[in-house]
């Protein structure tokens, strides 16, 4: 069954930073919205950062604006997720999804139209 398979969490100082990767198992991420949701305990998952299936259109959650860069490498057929300036309240699961649009140019943090979902990596913010 196509999944994805995230990787790159890890433990990290606050204002340090992390790349998450998310790639593709069975399938070519080419042409596929992609976002990225994170859970801390406790918490809903919330939609963290996205991007459309030609990568003209990104979309990132309020607090992580300015921080947070989402991206895809089509050679590599993965996703990132650069994360700078992290800070305590983004530590959580985060999972990348995927789901392929007619439209090439919409996306969305909804998760209920993701179709393919990852595990999740973990990421720490502490001192």
């Known amino acids: 069954q196509w999944h994805l398979v995230e990787s790159g969490g890890g433990l990290v100082q606050p204002g340090g930073s992390l790349r998450l990767s998310c790639t593709p198992s069975g399938f070519n991420l080419e042409y596929y919205a992609i976002a990225w949701f994170r859970q801390a305990p406790g918490k809903e998952r919330e939609g963290v950062s996205c991007i459309s299936g030609n990568d003209a259109t990104l979309k990132y959650e309020d607090s992580v604006k300015g921080r947070f860069t989402v991206s895809r490498d089509i050679s590599k057929n993965t996703a990132y997720l650069q994360m700078s300036s992290l800070k305590p309240e983004d530590t959580g699961l985060y999972f990348c999804?995927?789901?392929?649009?007619?439209?090439?140019?919409?996306?969305?943090?909804?998760?209920?139209?993701?179709?393919?979902w990852g595990q999740g990596t973990q990421v720490t913010v502490s001192s």
């Open positions: 999804a995927a789901v392929l649009y007619e439209d090439s140019d919409y996306v969305t943090l909804d998760p209920k139209e993701y179709y393919y």
